[in-house]
């Protein structure tokens, strides 16, 4: 066993060189003892300049796109997608992932996930969760506890909460952040530690050797990749990690989003990057349409219609979805289907009807297409998806559709879909980015919002339309109106009366912030990469 491993519990005492960290919280010293903080220097130095590179070759390709360039299948890998080869075996924890819920690291969220009778439990440190200091902290603890099957809660009404058996708990899969994100609170040589790195090292430093007990691991989602580089830099740093932890190569399984334009035309060569760990591709549709909107965000013949009308049934989605079940099925991985943001409507039983059938409606296509599972936001619609995996999927999964039918070519992928903004469309984007901001900023990652569950993902849709159709010129509303920095600023001045008693709602302190931030980011000649970067720095 390595000197990591064998120090698991042990706190930190004194300083471990070239590490420093910017804050203290209760309970620090335990959570982040002097040899997991070693794991950090030593990760940390192993993969940063291969980050770096990366996030280098990603503002290149962007420049590419600007310019009027155009993803593809790359023709330096055409032997990878060509050729005969799998991905390791699935562990039996993960053969059966019909339905998956998500959600952030709270107590009381991981509690009742754990015990909602999903399949799968996704943790989610990224688009679910503020990454303040305390917030990461407590979630690790949280799913600490969890995995000891210790963790407890009492709400504020007095009724507690409790975790059911082992055997009878979704599986655990915990979701870091991605490449692009710092950790603003852990210097190493002076350098901001990758949000994901800590996440993924915390977590498995403290829970490994108890999965591993159980017949488990450490198992991750990892999101936002878009090229086989990236998921080869994974690969570096979780073989790192196995190492220092003395755990056997190929332990931690990971499951990757594909949520980036540019990762569907490398769909193969991630699952070759990364084969002796994955076990799956999930459609991570939300983040999707954010990248295709960030993609071509200078292409004027690009410009999508309001966030509405771009459903899974457009025919470039339709077209990503299966590529990827033909894609994950050939080589032996899991194809996910993507999330259903609805939550129940507990006022209004025709409208809560309305949204079920949708959610109905959504699941039969996955499962009639192919795919081995699905996503949902809410435990309420975990029975509704089950019913119609179990009727459609009698067996674990459905590796064995092939989907050789399936011809996808690039213009199919990045085919613009018919559609039109509306004014209802544009004042909903509006008040949706400041929604979610000043509920961000305020600490919680994870909002709903007439009826949706809206995350960091559902968030960044709203404002790169927004900017698209401000910086595109020409662009109208239905009605004729002019979509421009007038129409803008109206639609935000209205805002709070809209809203009404803004005190009332999560984050309503921070309403004005979140106005004043959204018109910032509007107005930029250069449409921000992700909303949560200057927003990062706003919190502790």
């Not at 699941?363 to 699905?374: F, I, N, P, Q, Y």
Request: hydrophobic residues 45%; aromatic residues 6%; glycine residues 8%.
């Amino acid at each position: 066993m390595s000197a990591v491993a064998s120090a698991v519990s042990t706190p930190a005492t004194k300083a471990t060189p070239g590490i420093a960290l910017a804050t203290r919280v209760a309970g620090q010293d335990t959570l982040l003892p002097a040899p997991l903080l070693a794991l950090l220097v030593s990760l940390h130095r192993a993969v940063e300049p291969g980050r770096q590179a990366r996030l280098q070759a990603r503002r290149e390709r962007q420049a590419f796109f600007d310019q009027g360039g155009l993803p593809d299948f790359r023709e330096d890998t055409t032997a990878i997608r060509s050729g005969d080869w799998t991905v390791a075996p699935l562990p039996a924890a993960l053969q059966d992932r019909r339905v998956e819920i998500t959600g952030p690291t709270d107590p009381k969220m991981v509690i009742n996930a754990l015990n909602s009778g999903a399949r799968v439990f996704m943790a989610d440190f990224e688009d679910s969760t503020s990454p303040t200091w305390r917030n990461l902290l407590a979630g690790q603890q949280s799913l600490a506890a969890a995995v000891r099957g210790e963790l407890e809660y009492t709400a504020p009404n007095g009724k507690h909460y409790t975790l059911r058996p082992h055997d009878e708990q979704a599986v655990l899969i915990v979701r870091p952040r991605g490449w692009h994100l710092n950790e603003k609170h852990v210097r190493i040589d002076g350098q901001f530690i990758a949000g994901g790195l800590f996440d993924a090292a915390v977590f498995a430093f403290h829970n490994a050797r108890t999965l591993q007990a159980k017949d488990r691991g450490p198992y991750f989602y990892l999101p936002k990749l878009q090229s086989m580089e990236e998921a080869a830099l994974w690969e570096t740093a979780l073989s790192h990690i196995e190492g220092m932890l003395g755990l056997p190569h190929g332990q931690i399984k990971v499951t990757v989003l594909i949520e980036t334009l540019p990762a569907v035309f490398e769909m193969d060569e991630i699952l070759h990057a990364l084969r002796d760990r994955i076990v799956g591709l999930n459609c991570g549709r939300w983040d999707y349409i954010f990248s295709y909107l960030k993609t071509f965000r200078r292409h004027a013949d690009r410009v999508l219609p309001e966030r509405g009308q771009v459903t899974m049934t457009q025919p470039f989605l339709k077209a990503y979805s299966e590529l990827l079940i033909r894609t994950c099925h050939h080589r032996g991985a899991h194809a996910m289907g993507g999330m259903a943001a609805q939550i129940p409507i507990n006022n209004d039983a025709a409208a809560n009807e309305q949204a079920m059938a949708r959610v109905r409606a959504d699941k039969l296509r996955e499962v009639s297409a192919g795919h081995d599972g699905t996503w949902v936001a809410h435990p309420a619609l975990i029975p509704v998806a089950m019913a119609i995996f179990d009727e459609h999927m009698p067996g674990a999964n459905q590796h064995s559709v092939l989907r050789q039918d399936v011809r996808v070519s690039r213009d199919e992928l990045i085919a613009r879909p018919p559609g039109t903004i509306t004014r209802a469309g544009f004042e909903g984007n509006v008040e949706v980015c400041v929604r979610y901001l000043a509920a961000w900023l305020d600490g919680n990652g994870c909002v709903p919002i007439h009826h949706l569950m809206e995350d960091a993902a559902t968030a960044e849709i709203s404002r790169s339309q927004l900017w698209q159709w401000l910086h595109t010129p020409g662009q109208q509303l239905d009605d004729g109106t002019a979509i421009d920095l007038a129409l803008l600023d109206s639609t935000l001045a209205q805002l709070p009366a809209r809203l009404g008693d803004t005190a009332a709602l999560p984050g309503g302190a921070r309403i004005s912030e979140a106005i004043t931030l959204l018109g910032e980011l509007s107005r930029s000649e250069e449409l921000t990469d992700f909303l949560t970067l200057p927003a990062y720095a706003r919190i502790d």
